[in-house]
């Protein structure tokens, strides 16, 4: 009996694709769905990661260290800005009360 490791993923692609997929996977010595998944793996990780994390220079790291060690005054329209903001987050608040 076998037992269910989990979610099907199914999806249709062109005969080429499936012989190139074959290939690569018999070099690896893998099972198609093996290969497929572990290649989908490898790519997810790289996506999450790229968007996950931001790479400053070392101009720009010591640009955003100063920055938050010394904020800029803050301007009129920062200050409304943040009214704005206050209101709407207190009108929010006593409609839900």
């Known amino acids: 009996m076998l037992a269910h490791t989990g979610k099907r993923l199914t ?4 005969e080429h694709v499936q012989e190139k997929l ?12 093996q ?4 290649a989908a ?3 997810a990780d790289k996506v999450i ?3 996950s994390s931001i790479v400053l220079t070392r101009r720009e ?3 955003l260290l100063d920055l938050i060690e010394n904020p800029p005054p803050r ?9 704005r903001y206050q209101r709407m987050k207190n009108d929010d608040g006593s409609a839900t009360e």
């Open 35 to 38: 290969f497929v998944v572990q």
């Open 75 to 83: 301007n009129e329209k920062f200050l409304q800005a943040q009214a």
């Open 49 to 51: 990661e790229s968007e």
């Open 61 to 63: 790291s010591m640009r």
């Open 41 to 43: 793996l490898e790519k």
């Open 11 to 14: 999806t249709r692609i062109t």
């Open 22 to 33: 074959q290939a690569a996977a018999d070099i690896m010595g893998a099972t198609l769905n």
